[in-house]
């Protein structure tokens, strides 16, 4: 069976996708940065039959990304796929009036971050027998290959 990890698995877009995979037969590790937020996605698709595990912590620290990879492979036997959901953009107005900490975050959230989670899921993914050559970042307009 094959294990897929959703990162942002809280946001409405997350959800779905968690649900979706779960449906589709996959073991699902959603991660998100609330354990309270997070686990209720687990407890509401295991309910409707759904093999979904919970993992709470912040992906902008390099070291929860790797201990994240690594503990996604020990509880679920693995990683096939990842799949990555950016956080809202909440930055609204003309971009003449955007902030400098505005514009890092933004450019943090949907690049950087993707880009450090991917990398570091990289060689877990590599050994995948079902892998498919492609990570997903859904609604930040990246996608990275193998």
């Not at 069976?1 to 995979?21: D, E, F, H, I, N």
């Not at 354990?35 to 620290?61: C, I």
């Not at 096939?80 to 959901?85: G, K, N, P």
């Amino acid at each position: 069976m094959s294990c897929a990890l959703v990162v942002g698995a809280t946001s409405t877009l997350g959800k779905a996708v968690v649900r979706r995979l779960a449906f589709a037969g996959y073991k699902v590790a959603a991660a998100g940065d609330c354990p309270n937020s997070v686990g209720k996605v687990a407890e509401d698709n295991k309910k409707v039959g759904g093999d979904v595990t919970a993992f709470s912590l912040n992906v902008t620290d390099p070291a929860h990304r790797k201990e994240l990879i690594q503990k996604v492979t020990e509880n679920l036997g693995g990683l096939d796929t990842l799949i990555i959901v950016p956080p809202q953009n909440e930055i609204v107005g003309e971009i003449v009036e955007t902030s400098e900490e505005d514009f890092d975050k933004l450019f943090s959230d949907k690049l950087t971050i993707p880009f450090r989670l991917s990398q570091a899921a990289l060689p877990t993914l590599a050994k995948s027998e079902y892998i498919t050559g492609e990570n997903c970042i859904v609604g930040g307009g990246v996608s990275y290959r193998l």
